[in-house]
């Protein structure tokens, strides 16, 4: 497939049945339907058939084993992509563990302190992709993929989503992922709070500046956001930290 080809995840997750070891679950009353078709050439006709998937049992307890997993993986990739993706791919999927990992001890500081720290813990370091993708993961998970401002959930077929996870005290100057200082927001709403343009009260209700509606300004549903509470995980203890809340608000949005 060109490079330039978006993929489909539909045709390899439905044609794998013919494998052996990869057995489809039917959506409910959609048993005798599933078993009838011959392919599945889009997301969408996955999630009306396909509930999901299991692994062949023998095939499961072999994948708990480290060991196994990279070898399974090297054995897919090496079969199945061209020799030039091979070391990109290996990689990612590093990237991908490591992530986990990261947002894993992400959730665990936030539920184990009250308040963020200051100056995050230097063992905590992790490369630049494996930090952004980790502190995504658990954000936008908190948020349930919600703008914690508008409110707009956007998503597609195949998992993408319109939310950011967006730093409330810069990463540049606080260094620090804790959940805590973290919101989900949509592409606008994201950089109208980085240009402090809004900002958060200690009650968790929505600021604007003056700024805002300056001409020729013209921000729409933007002003009617004002007064408004925000959007909060249903995890208390993901709630945005009230000391990065004021930090943004004397620095970014220009409280005094």
């Given at each position: ?5 978006r ?6 997750f ?9 057995h489809l679950?039917?959506?409910?009353g959609?048993?005798a339907?599933l078993?009838g078709l ?10 009306e058939?396909v509930l999901?998937a299991?692994?062949d ?8 084993q480290?060991?196994a ?9 090496e079969t199945?992509?061209?020799?030039e993706?091979h070391?990109i791919?290996?990689a990612?999927?590093?990237?991908n563990?490591?992530?986990?990992r990261?947002?894993q ?16 813990d230097?063992?905590?370091?992790v490369?630049?992709?494996v930090?952004?993708q ?9 948020y ?5 401002f ?7 077929a195949?998992?993408r989503t ?7 005290k810069?990463?540049s100057v606080s260094y620090n ?10 592409r606008l ?6 240009a402090?343009?809004?900002g958060?009260?200690?009650q968790y209700?929505?600021?604007?500046a ?5 001409a020729p300004?013209l ?6 956001l004002t007064?408004?509470?925000i959007?909060?995980?249903d995890d ?5 930290d009230k000391?990065?809340l004021k930090?943004?608000?004397?620095h970014?949005?220009?409280e005094?």
């Amino acid at each position: 497939m060109p490079i330039e080809r978006r993929g489909n995840l539909a045709m390899p997750f439905f044609h794998l049945r013919s494998e052996g070891f990869w057995h489809l679950v039917a959506q409910p009353g959609k048993e005798a339907k599933l078993t009838g078709l011959s392919t599945i050439t889009s997301l969408g006709q996955l999630h009306e058939f396909v509930l999901g998937a299991r692994l062949d049992e023998e095939l499961f307890v072999q994948i708990q084993q480290p060991a196994a997993r990279t070898l399974f993986r090297t054995l897919l990739i090496e079969t199945y992509f061209a020799p030039e993706l091979h070391s990109i791919l290996l990689a990612q999927g590093e990237t991908n563990v490591e992530a986990f990992r990261y947002s894993q001890a992400l959730i665990e500081i936030a539920h184990s302190t009250k308040k963020v720290k200051e100056a995050p813990d230097a063992d905590l370091y992790v490369a630049g992709p494996v930090r952004a993708q980790g502190f995504r993961r658990i954000v936008v998970a908190a948020y349930d993929h919600r703008c914690a401002f508008c409110g707009i959930r956007m998503q597609t077929a195949d998992g993408r989503t319109v939310v950011d996870a967006a730093h409330i005290k810069p990463w540049s100057v606080s260094y620090n992922d804790d959940p805590r200082n973290g919101l989900a927001l949509c592409r606008l709403c994201h950089w109208t709070f980085d240009a402090g343009l809004l900002g958060v009260s200690d009650q968790y209700t929505l600021l604007a500046a003056t700024q805002l509606s300056v001409a020729p300004n013209l921000p729409g549903h933007l002003v009617t956001l004002t007064g408004r509470n925000i959007f909060l995980p249903d995890d208390d203890g993901l709630r945005p930290d009230k000391e990065m809340l004021k930090w943004h608000r004397r620095h970014l949005f220009g409280e005094r």
